[in-house]
Structure formats: C-alpha cells, structure tokens
Antibody
Framework: QVQLVESGGGVVQPGRSLRLSCAASGFTFSSYGMHWVRQAPGKGLEWVAVIWYDGSNKYYADSVKGRFTISRDNSKNTLYLQMNSLRAEDTAVYYC???????????????WGQGTMVTVSS | NFMLTQPHSVSESPGKTVTISCTGSSGSIASNYVQWYQQRPGSAPTTVIYEDNQRPSGVPDRFSGSIDSSSNSASLTISGLKTEDEADYYCQSYDSSNHGVFGGGTKLTVL
C-alpha cells in the first residue's frame, strides 16, 4: 500500500545537525513533489519545505531557510531533510507528505507519514 | 505574508451540522486551492477536502468544502456529526512566494 515512513529523529543539542529520511513505497516516488511539515508540541501544523518531483525546484519556510536543505534520491525512493544549526524552536514532530499532483506541485498533501520527533535541547 | 485564520474551537452535538471557517488575510482566497486536514490526538493528519471542495476516496460525503469570495474565506462543513469527528481541523493553501500556509487549527468537540 501507499506509505511514507520517516526516520532519523532524536535528541540533539542546539547548534548541531540532524538528517531526517522519509522512505516511500507503494507508488512511483519519482513522479510526485514532496513536502516536509512540522508540528511543535501542542501547536499547529507548519509547512517547512517542498521539492519538485525531479528535484528541480525547492522552497523553504522563512523560519528554516539557510539552515535546512530538502533533497531526494529517486533511485532509493527516499526524501531527506538536512537540518543544520538547530534551535530549541525547531523541536517538533516532522512529517513528510506527498503532493497531490503528478509531475508538478499543487500545494496539497494527500499522503502523510507517521512523523518523527526531533528534540533540540542541551 | 499571507495568513489563514480559523476559530480556535467549535462544538456541536451529535447529528447536527457544524461549519469551520478559514479566512484569508489578503488577496483572494479563491486564487489558490484550499485543503482541509483532520488530525486526531496522537495521529498524523489526513486529508478530508482538497482543491476547495473535493473529497478523497474513503471520506464520507458528510464532509464538504466551499469558498466564499465575498468574505475571502473557505469553509468546511460536517453534517450528521459523529463522536469520531472530534479532532483538530486545519485549512491550508499557499502564497505567492511559494510557501505553504496552514491555518492555526480548530478543535472540534462533539458533545
């Protein structure tokens, strides 16, 4: 079945780095744009980043621009989020989500992973 | 920056109908599609409406979405409320800078 599984979360000190992964299965990963969305404890959803199906375009929320990098390996059906210079305010559950549109981006999410928790604390 | 504003909470009785609003801060909310997501406690979000008023397969037709350009708002309407509908609901769109935008979320209580 169509599935997204995140991994790589954990506890990290402020200023350090972490890389999240999102393994896709059950669909043609290379045909879909992908997003990262996060949710701080007890808070709402916040869009983080998007990458086009072929990696040709990437956009970031202002809160992470310059610190986070979204990438993908279509040969491995895997999405990544490299997070550098982490701050306490980056503490959240990070979800990967598939965009609805094939070979484009509709900015609508139809499939979500179960999330991976990132805690930034000394 | 474009923002989406939702009521913090709504409540209604089982069997009744409830509408959750989502108001755009600027421009026309009708310019870009609006989606709605349901999130139950401890679970990942799921899509209940996409492209303003489309339901994914498996979502009951008790859920409907609409756009009101005069008030620059989108709405999610749930009819025949069930206790299982109790959840947080988020509207979502995007802005002209290619940033995804979520509303702050609305906690629906079915009592």
């Amino acid at each position: 079945q169509v599935q997204l599984v995140e991994s790589g979360g954990g506890v990290v000190q402020p200023g350090r780095s972490l890389r999240l992964s999102c393994a896709a299965s059950g669909f043609t990963f290379s045909s879909y744009g992908m997003h990262w969305v996060r949710q701080a404890p007890g808070k709402g959803l916040e869009w983080v980043a998007v990458i086009w199906y072929d990696g040709s375009n990437k956009y970031y929320a202002d809160s992470v621009k310059g610190r986070f990098t979204i990438s993908r390996d279509n040969s491995k059906n895997t999405l990544y989020l490299q997070m550098n210079s982490l701050r306490a305010e980056d503490t959240a559950v990070y979800y990967c989500a598939r965009d609805l549109r094939v070979f484009g981006v509709l900015w609508a999410f139809d499939i979500w992973g179960q999330g991976t928790m990132v805690t930034v604390s000394s | 920056n474009f923002m989406l504003t939702q009521p913090h909470s709504v409540s209604e009785s089982p069997g009744k109908t409830v509408t959750i609003s989502c108001t755009g801060s600027s421009g026309s909310i009708a310019s870009n599609y609006v989606q709605w997501y349901q999130q139950r406690p401890g679970s990942a979000p799921t899509t209940v409406i996409y492209e303003d008023n489309q339901r994914p397969s498996g979502v009951p037709d008790r859920f409907s979405g609409s756009i009101d350009s005069s008030s620059n708002s989108a709405s999610l309407t749930i009819s025949g409320l069930k206790t299982e509908d109790e959840a947080d609901y988020y509207c979502q769109s995007y802005d002209s800078s290619n940033h995804g935008v979520f509303g702050g979320g609305t906690k629906l209580t079915v009592l």
